[in-house]
């Protein structure tokens, strides 16, 4: 190298440095700032839409990250963009400070719900489960057979609600599903719950014929909100029960104490406490003994518990007790509190 190529060189080093130092301290300035600004801020919003900031650190392995979140956003926005809800009474109107407010309750739902798929993959690679990429295209097969339909149809169904491509779909959903699927195998092979659970109403069930009031083992043996009401669920039409309790429900007389039921969710006993007929449809008022089985989905609330995500944001925080990610904001936590009121879990109410 001749010394005007040396003395070039050397005089290039200072000048890329000051370049890379000016980027690095760009980069930095709108780390700072896609952290910092507000919710309702344009600028903010738009920075931790596009930039893959960490947002959930999920084991110190699985990072869900700004990018990710406003990906799944801009599907969620197309999904109700693109519909007629009309027949429900709904407006989709994001632009009102009401609508906004509901776009961010769908928000934290939808990080709640990255972050139980993530808690999942955790939990199926601890337990040496793998979705290989036969098994995935089986299960996106096997999806797309429910649905009904040509996969051309599906395809095209895809991009128009969401924005997705078949590849998405299994990513977002297919395999998600798989890993429950199989870490739900697992989970019933090492537990006994199920076990607890029939041995417990069995018990409710025998000391009734003993002689205890239905109350008495509601107090005694049930679980879950309804032992808090004296077991009582409330007024119900056949289809909204679940599968296992609808004809049962609709054969059994009023007054009678049922026979044991087993459901997905766990053991029940049922009392028909009346009936009536509302628009030709019977509804009937319900009182149970419920004994829980233990899911996946306890399993994994545990397991968040014990092991809970590290949150870098300044929108949420963690709720320890019910292992779920909440609004740090107390307005926020009350609008979504009255929302969830006014639509009685019906979800596509929300807006």
Do not use: C
Request: proline share 2%.
């Amino acid at each position: 190298m001749t010394q005007e190529k040396k003395h070039r060189s050397i005089t290039l080093k200072p000048a890329l440095l000051a370049v890379a130092g000016i980027a690095g301290l760009v980069a930095v300035i709108l780390l700072v700032f896609a952290y910092m600004l507000p919710a309702e801020n344009r600028v903010g919003e738009t920075l931790r839409q596009r930039l893959p900031l960490p947002l959930v650190i999920v084991g110190y392995k699985h990072v869900i990250t700004t990018q990710e979140l406003g990906a799944n956003m801009r599907s969620v926005r197309r999904f109700y963009e693109t519909q007629d809800f009309s027949q429900y009474g709904i407006r989709i109107d994001f632009s009102t400070d009401e609508g906004k407010k509901r776009l961010r309750v769908r928000e934290k739902e939808v990080l709640n719900k990255m972050l139980e798929d993530r808690m999942l993959a955790l939990l199926a690679q601890e337990k040496g489960i793998v979705v290989t990429e036969e098994a995935a295209r089986d299960g996106v097969r096997r999806k797309l057979e429910e649905y009904g339909g040509s996969e051309e149809a599906i395809r095209s169904n895809l991009e128009r609600l969401y924005g997705w491509s078949l590849k998405d779909f299994e990513e977002k959903v297919v395999i998600p599903n798989l890993y429950e699927e199989r870490l739900s195998e697992v989970f019933q092979k090492e537990s006994d719950t199920r076990t607890q659970a029939e041995q417990r109403i069995r018990e409710a069930r025998e000391a009734i014929r003993n002689g205890a009031s239905f109350e008495e083992a509601v107090e005694k043996y049930s679980e879950g909100r309804t032992r808090e009401q004296g077991g009582e669920l409330g007024w119900f039409a056949q289809a909204d029960l679940a599968q296992e309790l609808q004809r049962p429900v609709a054969a059994q007389k009023v007054g009678v104490i049922g026979d044991i039921i087993e459901s997905d969710l766990g053991f029940h006993i049922i009392v028909v406490e009346e009936t009536k007929k509302e628009n030709g449809k019977a509804l009937y008022r319900l009182k149970q003994i419920f004994s829980k089985k233990t899911t996946v989905a306890d399993w994994l609330t545990e397991r968040m518990r014990a092991s809970p995500p590290l949150l870098l944001s300044r929108e949420y925080v963690w709720d320890a007790a019910e292992a779920r990610i909440e609004f740090k904001n107390a307005d926020m936590q009350r609008f979504e509190r009255d929302l969830m009121e006014k639509t009685e879990g019906n979800s596509l109410l929300l807006f």
